[in-house]
């Protein structure tokens, strides 16, 4: 009973940071600041993984791919384009804004009232190592596996093209 | 308990993420908004795939992750030619297929 | 036998199929493929004629085409003597004119040429099917497909307008025949349940008189249409458009017999309706002087040819209209040489004339055209009657057979129309080959044509010299043989008549007629005493009359062609089609590019408005799952 408090809080606690940092990404006008509060929020999602959801391994890559490459690969294009904090005119409060509030208010409602219904009970810690996953990539899902290789083979070929100087 | 309020976690996080990618004109938010929907579902994925006992969500997961890093590098690498032919990331300077 | 039977039929097809779709590659070539695809089908229904003689019959299906319910209709063939004359007579004539088209189409254009040889293969196709169908729904496919093939190749030089208007003028006259052959064909299956020739006429005596007179009329009708009778005849001399060797392919030797054909092959049918049978021998034998009163003062060489083609066609109808089909397909026979080979006659003429048809502009041409003049005399002697060339012997018989049966105003029509049509024949070979040259400059151009076209015409005028002793062969001769399958029963009571004395008499009183004819004719055109033009001042009402047709075409115009057309033109047209179909379809267009315009203000370019439809759409299906 003790734990399942603990987990509440802790539950708690991290999901009110997880949703400051992601209003951060969205509402926050230098390019910059929104990508630093997106590394914060992928943190303390992988911080839930492994203190939740006893995923050690997925928050691990999580730390690596998303925080240490995507992101950080973001920044780096953000840096490349040079924009000075004087030439963002964003301006947030529109009727767009409340359009688009009333929109996906309405879905996430929508999409509360199903997960509300899921039916399941909670499993107590039992951690997935890299060596499950391992086995069920390398033999299940052997084929999705490489298909995936190949696509990022072509995205990298397809950024490469993309980004040359000459289009 | 528990459950509930991960899922709640993940579906409000895709929901921001969506906002975000409604109300934002610089595609470079909208990208990092786009990410963040990722990250929403991912914790969805996350979430079952405990409750349920199943690893296949965490496969789910680790695909999401190098899908997403492939289209990180395709998006970025077409708004760098974006920013360049059209000096600026504003995604209302696209504006060729409007009627 | 039954790969025999099919290669005849298809083998032409594939030849279409050849020279249609790699026009572009045969060219100048395509004959090299057209003519065999006929010369092989010749040979190999040769041997069939002699298969059949020795007592071989083929009636089979080949495969269930149509088959609805109790609807079945077969692809199927029927060998029997009376179809395999009607192939050997078409695959050998159609041999010798591909041959002879060689060199008539010589000045044609690359594609045309293939483009000739490819109507030229597929028509033949059509007749066979036509000819070789053991059922009246395929025979009715034959009959369209000719019919398409002769549009098309009447139309064969489109870019004129007068052969483009031939062409619709045959189709649409052929259209009306169609009209009561079909309402046949609907007859024959609600009330026998059947379309295939066997089962037809097994059960044909549970049709009552009424009826079987009503389809047999119906029949007629579609007859009248494809054999340019009165008096749908009107087409015919028109498709003398095409070129030549089609004229004397489609519109003398072979499609225009199809009428006949389909009566003998009907003949069960027709014994039971003798109102029908009287109403085909009056009309054929009106048709026959008729068209030969046309021809008498026609100055263009291939109308008179067709209105002979008309006239004869008229006999043909005589025969089977007195009940002696075996006589009517004789003369069909015969026709088929003798009409065949004066068309070709006539094309060598003009091809040695550069396209010059007016006969009172020629003269003398024997000189300059040894083998045309000498074989065109041969085809008139055999048209005139003259024993003991081929017309004389058909013909006689069928003149015979109308005597004896009772037919005494056919009989007396028919003989007189005999003598008209020996002058008129004898008129166009006189104006023609004999005499002073009336153009001094086109006789000068004159010259005798290539082998490639006089050796047919040797053949077809040796067969219009002798084919008509196949009547001497043992066995009963040609009707005979043709008459194994023609389970008539009034034939017995003719062949008993045939011994009697009477026959001498009227076979002497014919050729005696047709001298007369020949013997004018030279008077008029040779000796000029009297001299036909002062004939024509004399009797000018008469010759006006006849020089212009009696007027039908006009007739024609006035009562059917104009009223359509302004209908078509004033209320189809101008309302119906302008103001309402045309109105519709603009009016939804006008919708559709309102609609547009206004829905086309959502296509605002800016992304995040596309993100924010597809978010709508997706909120609207969560929705509908969740409510439902």
Redesign the interface.
């Known amino acids: 009973m003790g734990a399942d408090v603990l987990h509440i809080i802790i539950a708690v606690f991290l999901g009110l940071l997880i949703l400051v940092s992601a209003l951060g990404v969205v509402f926050l006008k230098n390019p910059v600041h929104s990508a630093l509060s997106l590394l914060a929020n992928l943190c303390i999602t992988a911080i839930m993984y492994v203190a939740l959801l006893s995923a050690p391994f997925v928050a691990i890559v999580q730390v690596i791919v998303y925080m240490g490459a995507v992101v950080v690969f973001v920044l780096f294009v953000i840096m490349l384009m040079d924009i000075r904090p004087a030439d963002i005119t964003e301006r947030f409060l529109t009727p767009r804004l409340f359009l688009s509030l009333a929109a996906v208010v309405v879905f996430a409602l929508q999409m509360l009232f199903v997960v509300a219904t899921v039916k399941g009970g909670w499993i107590p810690t039992k951690y997935v190592h890299a060596g499950d996953l391992a086995k069920l990539l390398f033999t299940k899902y052997a084929l999705l596996f490489e298909l995936v290789s190949v696509l990022i083979f072509a995205a990298a070929a397809g950024a490469v093209a993309l980004a040359k100087k000459r289009m | 308990m528990v459950m509930g309020l991960i899922f709640a976690i993940g579906v409000i996080t895709f929901c921001i993420g969506a906002l975000g990618v409604l109300i934002r004109k610089n595609a470079v938010v909208m990208f990092l908004c786009i990410e963040l929907m990722l990250n929403g579902a991912n914790m969805l994925f996350m979430a079952v795939s405990k409750f349920k006992g199943l690893i296949e969500g965490q496969v789910a997961v680790l695909f999401i992750m190098a899908v997403a890093a492939a289209e990180a590098a395709i998006g970025m690498a077409i708004i760098t030619a974006f920013y360049r032919r059209r000096g600026g990331i504003e995604v209302d300077k696209a504006e060729l297929l409007k009627w | 036998m039954r790969d025999l039977i099919l290669a005849v039929v298809f083998i032409p097809l594939i030849g279409a199929a050849i020279n249609g779709i790699f026009c572009w590659k045969t060219r100048r070539k395509a004959h090299y493929i057209a003519v065999p695809a006929i010369a092989i089908p010749a040979v190999i229904s040769l041997y069939l004629l002699v298969k059949v003689a020795q007592g071989y019959h083929f009636d089979d299906v080949l495969y269930w085409w149509i088959a609805i319910g109790d609807f079945r209709v077969p692809i199927g063939f029927l060998l029997d003597e009376l179809s395999v004359v009607m192939l050997v007579t078409v695959t050998f004539i159609s041999t010798w004119i591909h041959i002879y088209s060689i060199g008539y189409m010589d000045h044609e254009p690359d594609i045309s040429y293939a483009r000739y040889f490819t109507y030229l293969n597929l028509f033949v196709f059509f007749m066979l099917v036509l000819v070789m169908a053991n059922n009246y729904l395929l025979m009715f496919v034959g009959w369209e497909g000719v019919g398409l093939c002769s549009y098309l190749l009447i139309g064969y030089w489109y870019e004129k307008m007068s052969a483009a208007n031939a062409g619709m003028k045959a189709f649409i006259t052929n259209r009306v025949g169609d009209f009561g052959f079909t309402i046949a064909l609907f007859l024959i299956y609600k009330h026998l349940g059947s379309l295939i020739f066997h089962d037809v006429f097994a059960r044909a005596h549970e049709l009552s008189v009424p009826l079987a007179t009503l389809i047999t009329l119906l029949l007629f009708t579609g007859a009248t249409g494809k054999s340019a009778q009165i008096p749908l005849y009107v087409w015919l001399p028109d498709a003398m458009e095409g070129p030549t060797p089609v004229s004397s392919l489609i519109h003398a030797a072979t499609m225009v017999t199809a009428g006949v054909y389909m009566i003998a092959r009907s003949h069960v049918l027709y014994n039971l309706a003798p109102f029908t049978m009287e109403v085909v021998a009056v009309v054929g034998v009106i048709t026959a002087w008729f068209a030969a009163s046309m021809a008498l003062v026609n100055n263009d060489l291939k109308r008179v040819l067709a209105f002979s083609t008309i006239s004869q066609l008229g006999y043909m109808f005589v025969g089977v209209g007195v009940g002696a089909y075996a006589a009517g397909i004789f003369h069909l026979f015969t026709h088929a040489f003798f009409k065949g080979l004066m068309f070709l006659c006539a094309g060598s003429v003009m091809h040695a004339l550069h396209g010059e048809l007016n006969m009172q502009k020629m003269g003398g041409l024997l000189k300059k055209m040894k083998i045309t003049g000498i074989t065109f005399i041969v085809g008139a002697l055999a048209i005139s009657g003259v024993p003991p060339f081929a017309g004389f012997w058909s013909k006689d018989s069928i003149l015979h057979h109308a005597f004896v049966e009772g037919h005494k105003f056919v009989w007396l029509v028919g003989t007189i129309t005999a003598g008209m049509t020996a002058f008129y024949i004898f008129r166009l070979i006189f104006l023609t080959f004999f005499g002073e040259p009336r153009d001094k400059e086109l006789y000068e151009h004159a010259h005798e044509n290539p082998p490639v076209m006089t050796i047919p015409m040797i053949v077809l005028a040796i067969g219009s010299a002798f084919a008509g002793l196949f009547a001497l062969a043992p066995g009963g001769g040609f009707e005979g043989f043709v008459n194994r399958i023609m389970h008539a029963g009034h034939e017995a009571a003719v062949h008993a008549a045939h011994g009697e004395g009477g026959a001498g008499g009227l076979i002497v009183i014919s050729v005696a007629v047709a001298l007369i004819g020949i013997g004018i004719a030279y008077l008029m055109y040779i000796k000029r005493t009297p001299d036909p033009v002062e004939m024509a001042q004399r009797f000018r009402p008469i010759y006006l009359v006849l020089y212009n047709r009696y007027w039908v075409d006009e007739l024609y115009f006035a009562f059917f062609i104009n009223p359509t057309v302004g209908i078509s033109r004033h209320v189809l047209w101008k309302i119906v089609d302008v103001g309402i179909i045309d109105g519709i379809v603009n009016g939804v267009a006008r919708l559709c590019s309102l609609i547009g315009a206004g829905v ?2 959502l ?6 408005d596309y ?2 439809f597809i ?2 759409g ?2 609207v299906v ?2 509908i799952k ?1 409510l439902f």
């Open positions: 086309r203000k296509q605002t370019g800016f992304i995040p993100a924010w978010l709508a997706i909120i969560c929705g969740i």
